[in-house]
């Protein structure tokens, strides 16, 4: 389709910060404050993931996902930068959603 198409040429630097931000975006956009999302430093798992440019997802005080850059030693040299995220979906539907606050005009 065209839309796919236009999504095939869109070119977009992908890095750690550019992960965050989709991420806390669509916690924003399922109803999920800012307040109540952590990004915190990644202590979970260094194996994997690049110690620097890793982080833990927390929210309501329990670590939700883990997302960043893999680990060098577990990337093709042929690929330069692998990103990859992992959430737990199961918490994120069970979980209450902010409630959204209205007023008159």
């Known amino acids: 389709s065209l839309v796919d198409e236009k999504i095939k040429h869109l070119k977009v630097k992908s890095d750690f910060y550019v992960m965050k931000g989709l991420i806390l975006q669509m916690l924003s956009k399922l109803g999920f404050e800012a307040g109540r999302v952590q990004i915190k ?13 890793s982080a833990i ?13 893999l680990h060098p030693s577990f990337v093709s040299k042929k690929l ?10 199961d918490f994120i539907a069970n979980a209450k959603p902010s409630k959204t606050k209205t007023s008159l005009l």
């Open 41 to 53: 430093e990644n202590t979970i798992d260094t194996k994997h993931f690049h110690p620097y440019q």
């Open 80 to 89: 330069n930068d692998v990103y990859y995220a992992e959430i737990i979906l």
């Open 57 to 69: 997802i927390v929210m309501d005080n329990k670590t939700i996902g883990i997302f960043g850059k």
